[in-house]
Structure formats: C-alpha cells, structure tokens
C-alpha cells in the first residue's frame, strides 16, 4: 500500500504541493490532506467505505462545508442531539461548538461485504438501493491552545461513526470571540471577554458586531 507517514507539524499550514493529498495510515485515519486555508484533514478509516470513492469524499466535504454551528450548551436542535450528546458525555474537556449539516447526503451502508463493495466501486448504481443510507454529518469543535479541532460523525441513528477530523490553527488577532478566532462565526454573539473579564465587542469583520446596547444583557 503507498502509505507515507505525515507527521504534522504544529503552526505551520503552508503545505508543499507534494504534502498535498498524501495517504497516510496513522492513527486510524487512511488519508490526510491540506484544504486551501491551510486546514489539516484526516480521512477516518471507520468510515473509509463511505470516502474512497473520490466522488463520495466530495460529497462529505461538501456537507462538512455546510455545518450549521451552534454554542456547547445551546439545546441542539436536531435529532443527531441524541448520539452527539452521549458523546459529550463521556468528554474531559467540553467542546466549544456543536454542529450539523444539511440537507441530508446519502452513502453506501457500513458493513458492506466485499462483493457488494466491489460492486459499488465500479459503478454504485450497481448496489442494492437497500445498501444506501441517508445520513447527516453531525460535528464537534475543540479548541487546545492555538488549534481548533473539527471531529466530524456520520449519525447513523444509534450510534455516530468517525468520519474525519479538520486541525487548523486559531485566529490569534486580538479582540476576538473564541468562536471568530476558532473560525466558527456562527456562534459568536459578537463580544468578547478580556482577561480582566471584561466584555468588550468583537472586532472580526464577519458581521458578528452588535450594537453597544445589546452588550449590556447578559
Ligand atoms: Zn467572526
Ligand atoms: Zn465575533
């Protein structure tokens, strides 16, 4: 198998056109690569029968592009809450942000034998309509130190399926909300806190700005 050990190196996102696209088998993810901000994404192999195809990747990615974030302890509006909120659970460390795309986005059944596997990786209207689920990404967001991570679930109903994970570096610019500097917008309220716990507005330019009246709730 052409496997090459990538080891990522902290703080530095400029990949070379050769870092690009490169499998890599560790840590049960079976390939990474370089998104175009600089953004580091791991391939889980649980779900590699869902990404192989380059077309079904694309599908993924595009559903990861339309994540929908909402604040850790905002009620999660959707019934992926269930599986996500169990995961929460037996957390250390609660996320910053949960999340969930839409619309829902269809993909070859886990468990596949492989007959029926072969069989779709040479043509997937080949496959047994039976053996095509319809699934939504559900999504948790982590922030340690200056990286944020983005782990993101295939809900599979009972149970949430690893599907990839997104590493990128923090906005460190100052007089930013955790949530702008983690690249999450939606979840900014448009203010930050100080370190002298002093709330002040956010100075991202993502129209997260709210006016100083609206500072004094809460
Ligand atoms: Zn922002
Ligand atoms: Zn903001």
Redesign the pocket.
Known sequence: MDSTPHEPEPGTRTPSADDRNRPTERAGYWRSEYLPDGTERYWSTLARHCTERDEDRATVAAALDAITWYRHKASVPFSAGASLNEIIRQLTSPPIAAGISEPPITLPESGLSECDRALYLRDPALLDSDLIQTTSVVALAFRESNAVFLMYYLDEGIQARPVALDIRDMDTAPG??I??GAGL?QI?R?RYITEDRETRP?Q?H?G?EQPESALRHD
Request: glycine residues 18%; aromatic residues 0%; charged residues 10%.
């Open positions: 930013r909300s949530g702008c917008h900014c448009g956010c991202c993502c997260c």
